[in-house]
């Protein structure tokens, strides 16, 4: 495509993408950027745009049985090939669609408060990184960027959307996405403990699912080689720089520190890895 960022006009900035109007549609440029806790490291992740642009490629190429997506076309200007998405300009939805398989993350920390996540109970004596009965949607609030998400009950949820049945699809749908990934990453020696959805609406479509799918941003990745329930997992996901960062001792307020080149190195492998067993292909 020969025309450039520079001539495109900025909808949006947000913790990884930039977004940008392009004839109607949208084009999301992943960087290389990187986030925890809501918050922008300093430095940033080599080819970590490329994956999370191939992954939600990858994903939404498979899903679209399960429910229509944003995706329009990987022609883009060329200063962002492989790391930006044409896509359509939805009406998104206040709310993350969060799928757990895994008791992990936030939703451990809660289970151990309360016995439960979001609401939905769960059985007792149930260790870190357990595999639940079955999977769990567990809703959270956005936040504006630089504050943190909440995780919320299903009838908060049905308030933030204000219709209880499209709040049921949304349910049904990141269930059903989840499990399609769940079984993907399997097949190739990965645990998908965790992941986030978002949706809107087009015109034509009450549901589009949008934002990214499946990535290492939004998921938890664990190797099912070295999984061993009642302790934190290794992962291919951004945990990685989560432990990093709680070991150095940061309160998770901004500023945030500068990431060691040796984490930063491993992360990007840890992305690349995910990303090449699970779609097969090389970056």
């Known amino acids: 495509m020969s025309i450039s960022?520079?001539?495109?006009?900025?909808?949006?900035?947000?913790?990884?993408?930039?977004?940008?109007?392009?004839?109607?549609?949208?084009?999301?440029?992943?960087?290389?950027?990187?986030?925890?806790?809501?918050?922008?490291?300093?430095?940033?992740?080599?080819?970590?745009?490329?994956?999370?642009?191939?992954?939600?490629?990858?994903?939404?190429?498979?899903?679209?049985?399960?429910?229509?997506?944003?995706?329009?076309?990987?022609?883009?200007?060329?200063?962002?090939?492989?790391?930006?998405?044409?896509?359509?300009?939805?009406?998104?939805?206040?709310?993350?669609?969060?799928?757990?398989?895994?008791?992990?993350?936030?939703?451990?920390?809660?289970?151990?408060?309360?016995?439960?996540?979001?609401?939905?109970?769960?059985?007792?004596?149930?260790?870190?990184?357990?595999?639940?009965?079955?999977?769990?949607?567990?809703?959270?609030?956005?936040?504006?960027?630089?504050?943190?998400?909440?995780?919320?009950?299903?009838?908060?949820?049905?308030?933030?959307?204000?219709?209880?049945a499209l709040m049921e699809e949304l349910r049904r749908i990141s269930i059903e996405l989840y499990e399609l990934g769940a079984a993907r990453a399997a097949e190739v020696g990965i645990i998908l403990a965790d992941t986030k959805f978002e949706f809107g609406s087009h015109p034509g479509a009450e549901v589009m699912l949008g934002d990214e799918v499946m990535t290492p941003d939004s998921s938890r990745y664990w190797p099912a080689e070295s999984y061993e329930p009642g302790r934190a997992q290794t992962s291919f996901d951004k945990q990685f720089v989560r432990d990093w960062a709680d070991a150095a001792g940061w309160n998770h307020n901004p500023p945030a520190p500068e990431l060691p080149e040796e984490v930063i190195g491993q992360t990007r492998d840890k992305y690349l890895e995910a990303f090449e067993r699970i779609t097969g292909a090389p970056l």
């Open 5 to 164: 960022l520079d001539e495109l006009r900025l909808h949006s900035s947000g913790k990884v993408r930039d977004i940008y109007e392009l004839d109607g549609d949208l084009l999301l440029v992943a960087s290389d950027r990187i986030s925890i806790y809501d918050v922008i490291m300093p430095d940033v992740i080599p080819d970590k745009g490329r994956v999370l642009t191939g992954m939600s490629v990858y994903w939404f190429e498979h899903s679209g049985e399960i429910v229509p997506n944003h995706l329009i076309s990987t022609d883009v200007p060329d200063e962002v090939a492989g790391r930006a998405l044409r896509v359509r300009k939805l009406e998104m939805y206040p709310v993350e669609c969060v799928v757990r398989g895994y008791l992990s993350g936030s939703g451990w920390r809660e289970y151990k408060e309360t016995g439960s996540v979001c609401g939905v109970g769960l059985p007792p004596g149930l260790k870190e990184a357990d595999r639940l009965p079955r999977p769990i949607f567990t809703p959270a609030s956005k936040a504006e960027l630089g504050q943190h998400d909440e995780n919320i009950s299903f009838e908060q949820a049905v308030e933030l959307v204000r219709d209880r």
